[in-house]
Nanobody, 117 residues
Framework: QVQLVEYGGGVVQAGGSLRLSCAASGTTSNIVTMGWYRQAAGKERELVATINKGGITNYAGSVKGRFTISINNAKTTVYLQMNSLKRGDTDVYYC???????????WGQGTQVTVSS
């Protein structure tokens, strides 16, 4: 079992920055990847960025160059630094962890990010 707690959502003006954090606890030794997804009301949840324990990252095209995902040395906390925010980035952001043995996904509770003009 893995528990995830997210921090850092809020309201920011377009062009501003926010940093999201997600702390994992429980059986963290089996974590394969950590990442962030986002979902607008009535839409599918979509990938924002992922990072594996080796530090290899993957970004959605819409955030490349503006968002940076990173993890702490203990590989238990994942961060999402969001710069040059646009109104289209307004969504609920969900932390995700994939563990192995067997493979299973865990999700955070979601944090609202609102970008105002």
């Amino acid at each position: 079992q893995v528990q995830l707690v997210e921090y850092g959502g809020g309201v920011v003006q377009a062009g501003g920055s926010l940093r999201l954090s997600c702390a994992a606890s429980g059986t963290t030794s089996n974590i394969v990847t950590m990442g962030w997804y986002r979902q607008a009301a009535g839409k599918e949840r979509e990938l924002v960025a992922t990072i594996n324990k080796g530090g290899i990252t993957n970004y959605a095209g819409s955030v490349k160059g503006r968002f940076t995902i990173s993890i702490n040395n203990a590989k238990t906390t994942v961060y999402l630094q969001m710069n040059s925010l646009k109104r289209g980035d307004t969504d609920v952001y969900y932390c995700n962890v994939l563990i192995s043995g067997p493979f299973r996904n865990y999700w955070g509770q979601g944090t609202q990010v609102t970008v105002s003009s």
